[in-house]
């Protein structure tokens, strides 16, 4: 039997970081060090089913950190929704695959996290993104994807009426 995958349409947010607030559908910053669901050199696109956890995702155990929070309406079918106990055991995934303290892991004991083998073991497969829930805010749930606006099954679209998200990165380079 083929595990559940999970269609999602709906709204989600995404503090952004001043550095990237020009390229609001980037994975690059993610990319740089990893996440929690992946590893560095793999770009994701982090958000949150509300606005709180968005921005508690972003400022985590940092304190005050000044960002853009930014909208997103999101269409995407091929997406494991590990927080349902049930969709967790199909695809064989623990609790602790989902809280482990993954810098530390990483960075500190200079092994691979466990969140970063089942990012990897369910991107193998198809699955282009997850839905689990936050570390940061009890209550919160977010949508990790590795995969998006490169084909159809997933859609992410900035919302930005008035034009207000920086175009460039405001460098002067020359």
Same mark, same amino acid.
């Given at each position: 039997?083929?595990?559940?995958?999970?269609?999602?349409?709906?709204?989600?947010? &995404?503090?952004?970081?001043?550095?990237?607030?020009?390229?609001?559908?980037?994975?690059?910053?993610?990319?740089? &060090?990893?996440?929690?669901?992946?590893?560095?050199?793999?770009?994701?696109?982090?958000?949150?089913?509300?606005?709180?956890?968005?921005?508690?995702?972003?400022?985590?155990?940092?304190?005050?950190?000044?960002?853009?929070?930014?909208?997103?309406?999101?269409?995407?079918?091929?997406?494991?929704?590990?927080?349902?106990?049930?969709?967790?055991?199909?695809?064989?995934?623990?609790?602790?695959?989902?809280?482990?303290?993954?810098?530390?892991?990483?960075?500190?004991?200079? &092994?691979?996290?466990?969140?970063?083998?089942?990012?990897?073991?369910?991107?193998?497969?198809?699955?282009?993104?997850?839905?689990?829930?936050?570390?940061?805010?009890?209550?919160?749930?977010?949508?990790?994807?590795?995969?998006?606006?490169?084909?159809?099954?997933?859609?992410?679209?900035?919302?930005?009426?008035?034009?207000?998200?920086?175009?460039?990165?405001?460098?002067?380079?020359?």
């Amino acid at each position: 039997m083929t595990p559940p995958f999970l269609t999602v349409r709906r709204r989600f947010w &995404r503090m952004l970081a001043p550095k990237w607030a020009h390229a609001p559908l980037s994975g690059a910053g993610a990319a740089r &060090r990893g996440g929690r669901y992946n590893e560095p050199g793999c770009p994701a696109l982090y958000m949150s089913e509300e606005f709180v956890t968005a921005m508690a995702e972003y400022q985590q155990d940092l304190g005050v950190r000044p960002g853009t929070l930014c909208a997103y309406d999101v269409d995407a079918t091929a997406v494991a929704d590990l927080t349902d106990p049930a969709v967790r055991a199909a695809y064989g995934v623990s609790g602790e695959d989902l809280t482990c303290p993954w810098k530390s892991i990483a960075f500190v004991q200079k &092994r691979e996290p466990p969140s970063w083998i089942l990012a990897r073991r369910l991107a193998a497969v198809g699955i282009g993104g997850v839905r689990v829930p936050s570390v940061q805010a009890t209550a919160g749930t977010n949508l990790v994807l590795w995969r998006w606006n490169q084909s159809d099954d997933c859609r992410v679209v900035v919302l930005d009426p008035l034009g207000d998200l920086p175009r460039s990165d405001g460098f002067d380079r020359r």
